[in-house]
Structures are given as C-alpha cells and as structure tokens.
C-alpha cells in the first residue's frame, strides 16, 4: 500500500494568513503516461463528512473558494489556504488515487490562532 | 443534486454481521462506481471497497476476507456488509460516489456503527 504522510499533525493561523499543509506519499503518484498527479485533497468539518477540494493535485472542485490551490509532483504536494477564514478551521486529509487500496494521510487539523 | 444516505443498526454485537444501505437520492445509481469507507472516531480514513451499477466490486485487501458490497439498481441502493466484527470495527461508515476509481466527489453524511456486547 502507498503510505502517505501529513505535516505538520496540527496548526494554527492567525485569520488572513496563510496556511500549509504538507503530504508526503511513500511511493510517486504520478503517472507518466498522462502526466497528471493521482492525489486529491478533502476537507473535514467537525460533525461533517468529508468534502472534495482538488483532485489532479491542483484541479479545485467546482464552488470550492479560490484560496485553496494544491500544488507539487510525484511524491511531495502542498495545500495552501491564501487567507485562512474562520469557516477554514477543518481537518484536511490527502488522498492517493494512483494504486489500490486508495489510501488516505492521517490528516491535518487546522485552528485560528 | 444527488444525495447519499446511509442507514443501518447503530448497534452491533462482537462476532455478528454489520449491515448497512446507502440509498442514492436526486441521480441514477446507474454509469457509477460506489464506495464505502470508514472512519474510527477520531482517527483517519479507511477505503473499505467499491462496487459498480453492473455488480463488479473489489476491496480493501485488508478487509477483503470479511467484506462484502451489493448493488440493488431497482432501489437506487447499494450496502455493505461486513462479517467478524470487532471493537475495532466501530467506526463512522460513509457511502460515497467513486468518481471512476480516483477520488470521492458525493459523501454521505455517516453513520456511526459501535460494535459491543
């Protein structure tokens, strides 16, 4: 199974600052056949499912904010929150697509600081 | 829009047959694949298994041995059962849309299954 790993475990930002989360997987998710990234990011609300954020590594998902943007290649991706609002306090979680089982971080949790 | 809801015993005793459905509101069953996936409280997310309209599956290996998912097209349902069962089994289930076996893109909204005498 492709492992993949979060950092940090938790953080807090100040609102309006910029947040980052970084997920590392054991094994490159990147496919070279298409070039695309097989890595999807989800926000968890407390008390509340999952919900998609980007998939592709870096594709938002339609409504999702702009202040989220997902970036890197291979086996090392990036969360951004550009300007962290309130609603933004989640725990996020990354998600490997490239290898059954689909496997999921640990997840990280984010507060206002 | 399509909606997922999941249903089922809260309750379930150890060694017994976890059972639960996931009925797709507001969109056909149908040219989708369907997974279950489950989370402990306060702990990370587990990919348990898919299933297609047509009844193709495959799961988690890690669960294979205990798992199985059905698909009833007439009912807009799919469910998921898992045989054993533990106390580590307890665990929010969530039924959620499998957008072509990459990521998850419709979530339920859970159901918490506590396995226990």
């Known amino acids: 199974d492709i492992v993949m790993t979060q950092s940090p475990d938790s953080l807090a930002v100040s609102l309006g600052e910029r947040a980052t989360i970084t997920c590392k997987s054991s094994?490159?998710?990147?496919?070279?056949?298409?070039?695309?990234?097989?890595l999807a990011w989800y926000q968890q609300k407390p008390g509340q499912p999952p919900k998609l954020l980007i998939y592709?590594?870096?594709t938002r998902e339609s409504g999702v904010p702009d202040r989220f943007s997902g970036s890197g290649s291979g086996t090392d991706f990036t969360l951004t929150i550009s300007s962290l609002q309130a609603e933004d306090v989640a725990v996020y979680y990354c998600?490997?697509?490239?290898?059954?089982?689909?496997?999921f971080g640990q997840g990280t949790k984010v507060e206002i600081k | 829009q399509v909606q997922l809801q999941e249903s089922g015993p809260g309750l379930v005793k150890p060694s017994e047959t976890l059972s639960l459905s996931c009925t797709v509101s507001g969109g056909s069953i149908r040219s989708y694949y369907w997974s279950w996936i489950r989370q402990p409280p306060g702990k990370g997310l587990e990919w348990i298994g898919y299933?297609?309209?047509?009844?193709?599956?495959y799961y988690n290996p890690s669960l294979k041995s205990r798992v199985t998912i059905s698909v009833d097209t007439s009912k807009n349902q799919f469910s998921l059962k898992m045989s054993s069962v533990t106390a580590a089994d307890t665990a929010v289930y969530y039924c959620?849309?499998?957008?072509?076996?990459?990521?998850?893109?419709?979530w339920g909204r859970g159901t918490l299954v506590t396995v226990s005498s």
């Open positions: 299933i297609y309209y047509s009844g193709n599956t």
């Open positions: 592709w590594a870096s």
């Open positions: 094994q490159s998710v990147l496919y070279n056949s298409n070039n695309k990234n097989y």
């Open positions: 998600q490997q697509y490239y290898n059954t089982p689909r496997t």
């Open positions: 959620t849309r499998d957008e072509s076996l990459w990521y998850f893109d419709l």
